[in-house]
């Protein structure tokens, strides 16, 4: 990599790497599996980065050419001069990102409505089940008119089967 290319790469590393949620994401797992792969990947992540940062950010040493003139002789070495001078490494052209960046933005917003609509069911359910447990401290003492004043869906029921005549055979 030229120079200034991984100087630059080594940037943009950077700023992903502190653009990056990572507590926040992590919240968001449930099984051990799941935090054991978040865990490799973030390791990962940090690996990389890290090498972006040491080895591919740093200036390569330039060549001493007058060095190898004495040792080795003026045509010799001019024309390594001339053949490494003449090397173009190409600039990299990112195709990647803009194909999958919308993709990727859309997952997200799906993953916030699904967490959205996760939390609405949770309380839902921690709802439904404090109210199973209360009737279960109250079963042996409740009459039939307290259970159907909670239950007014299945007074009506019930109602409704013994005006039709309906004793369920």
Same mark, same amino acid.
């Given at each position: 990599?030229?120079?200034?290319g991984? %100087?630059?790469?080594?940037?943009? #590393?950077?700023?992903?790497? %502190?653009?990056?949620d990572?507590?926040?994401?992590a919240?968001?797992l449930? =099984?051990?599996?799941? @935090?054991?792969?978040? #865990?490799n990947? @973030?390791?990962?992540? &940090? ?7 040491? $080895? ?9 050419? *007058? /060095?190898?003139? @004495?040792?080795i002789? =003026? ?10 001078? =003449?090397i *173009? !490494? ?13 993709? /990727?933005?859309?997952?997200?917003? *799906?993953?916030?409505? #699904?967490e959205?609509? =996760?939390l ?8 439904? !089940?404090?109210?199973v ?5 109250? !079963?042996s003492?409740?009459? #039939?008119?307290?259970?159907f ?6 007074? $009506?029921?019930?109602?409704?089967e013994? @005006?039709? &005549?309906?004793?369920?055979?």
């Amino acid at each position: 990599m030229s120079g200034n290319g991984a %100087k630059k790469v080594a940037e943009v #590393a950077t700023k992903a790497g %502190k653009a990056i949620d990572w507590d926040g994401m992590a919240k968001l797992l449930v =099984s051990d599996e799941a @935090r054991k792969e978040f #865990a490799n990947l @973030r390791r990962a992540f &940090d690996d990389v980065n890290q090498q972006l940062q040491t $080895k591919f950010s740093q200036e390569p040493q330039p060549i001493d050419w *007058e /060095f190898y003139r @004495r040792g080795i002789g =003026s045509k010799l070495v001019d024309v390594y001069k001339e053949a490494y001078e =003449s090397i *173009e !490494i190409p600039k990299y052209v990112d195709t990647v990102t803009p194909e999958y960046k919308p993709k /990727f933005d859309a997952l997200v917003v *799906e993953l916030k409505e #699904a967490e959205q609509k =996760s939390l609405k069911e949770s309380e839902r359910l921690e709802k439904e !089940i404090a109210e199973v447990q209360e009737m279960k401290k109250k !079963i042996s003492t409740m009459t #039939a008119e307290e259970y159907f004043a909670k239950h007014p869906e299945l007074k $009506k029921k019930f109602d409704d089967e013994i @005006r039709n &005549d309906y004793w369920g055979y």
